[in-house]
């Protein structure tokens, strides 16, 4: 049997390696596209390799059908490109990209940040960009607003969440997602004093909520602003 290891066949102009499994409990063989895009093909104990080979072959047609399957499947790399907007700090900023000399910055409103090629996806450079920004930013709000409402924080975390704005927990940590520097500021504020009231009220209880209301008097406005504009917020 001449060698099987580096057997490839072509799905779609890629060429996906093929793995064969000898099973002695497996009764026929079965054919697998891996996600990771590799082809696996079981062989029977009464099997052959030579027959497993014709057996891809003839399951060409379904190995590029279930290739469509794991390709619709994956969520797209979200690409980020010059002229696309984004949300900072409540307002629309437009991404663009410019040259000085060898190198090329990414400006978007007041801001910039160095991008290591004209072509390519400007996401993670401006993640990276406004993720450190947040750290700086968010930590001195949540500091100002602490003392302004007699809260102690004992620690600040800035986090790339995907679905909270926000968490405390009752040694006095408060959690942030970085994507707060997009919103507006009183919208910000806001949240950060959600969480800072949950220091002393670790539920939404009526009681937490007069707390809120307190130290936030337009919080509705604020609650409402998220619920129309969440959408907008991470890119
Ligand atoms: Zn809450």
């Given at each position: 049997?001449?060698?099987s290891?580096?057997?490839?066949?072509?799905?779609?102009?890629?060429?996906?390696?093929?793995?064969?499994?000898?099973?002695?409990?497996?009764?026929n063989?079965?054919?697998?596209?891996?996600?990771?895009k590799?082809?696996?093909?079981?062989?029977?104990?009464?099997?052959?390799?030579?027959?497993?080979?014709?057996?891809?072959?003839?399951?060409k047609s379904?190995?590029?059908?279930?290739?469509?399957?794991?390709?619709?499947r994956?969520?797209?790399?979200?690409?980020l490109?010059p002229?696309?907007?984004?949300?900072l700090r409540?307002?629309?900023?437009?991404?663009?990209?410019?040259?000085?000399?060898?190198?090329?910055h990414?400006h978007?409103?007041?801001e910039r940040t160095?991008?290591?090629n004209?072509?390519?996806?400007?996401?993670?450079?401006?993640?990276?960009?406004l993720?450190n920004?947040?750290r700086?930013?968010?930590?001195?709000r949540?500091?100002?607003l602490a003392?302004?409402?007699a809260?102690?924080?004992?620690?600040i975390?800035?986090?790339n969440?995907?679905s909270?704005w926000?968490?405390?927990?009752?040694?006095?940590t408060?959690?942030?997602n970085?994507?707060?520097?997009?919103l507006?500021?009183?919208?910000?504020?806001?949240?950060?004093?959600h969480?800072?009231?949950?220091?002393?009220e670790?539920?939404?209880?009526?009681?937490f909520?007069?707390?809120?209301?307190?130290?936030?008097?337009?919080y509705?406005v604020a609650?409402k602003?998220?619920?129309?504009?969440?959408?907008?917020?991470?890119?």
């Amino acid at each position: 049997m001449p060698p099987s290891e580096g057997d490839v066949i072509e799905i779609h102009s890629h060429r996906m390696p093929i793995l064969y499994r000898r099973h002695a409990r497996a009764r026929n063989y079965v054919l697998r596209l891996h996600f990771t895009k590799t082809v696996i093909v079981t062989i029977p104990r009464q099997g052959t390799k030579r027959f497993a080979r014709e057996f891809v072959a003839s399951r060409k047609s379904w190995l590029e059908k279930q290739w469509r399957i794991i390709e619709a499947r994956r969520v797209p790399p979200h690409v980020l490109r010059p002229g696309m907007e984004i949300l900072l700090r409540g307002q629309p900023v437009t991404l663009e990209l410019r040259r000085q000399g060898q190198h090329w910055h990414l400006h978007f409103g007041a801001e910039r940040t160095p991008v290591a090629n004209s072509d390519g996806n400007l996401r993670p450079a401006l993640e990276r960009y406004l993720h450190n920004a947040a750290r700086v930013e968010l930590a001195r709000r949540v500091q100002e607003l602490a003392r302004e409402h007699a809260s102690i924080v004992k620690h600040i975390v800035i986090r790339n969440q995907k679905s909270r704005w926000g968490s405390c927990s009752c040694n006095g940590t408060i959690s942030l997602n970085w994507r707060l520097i997009q919103l507006p500021d009183y919208v910000r504020d806001y949240i950060i004093i959600h969480e800072l009231m949950h220091l002393k009220e670790l539920n939404h209880s009526p009681g937490f909520w007069r707390e809120v209301e307190k130290a936030c008097p337009d919080y509705r406005v604020a609650e409402k602003w998220l619920k129309r504009n969440s959408g907008q917020v991470g890119f």
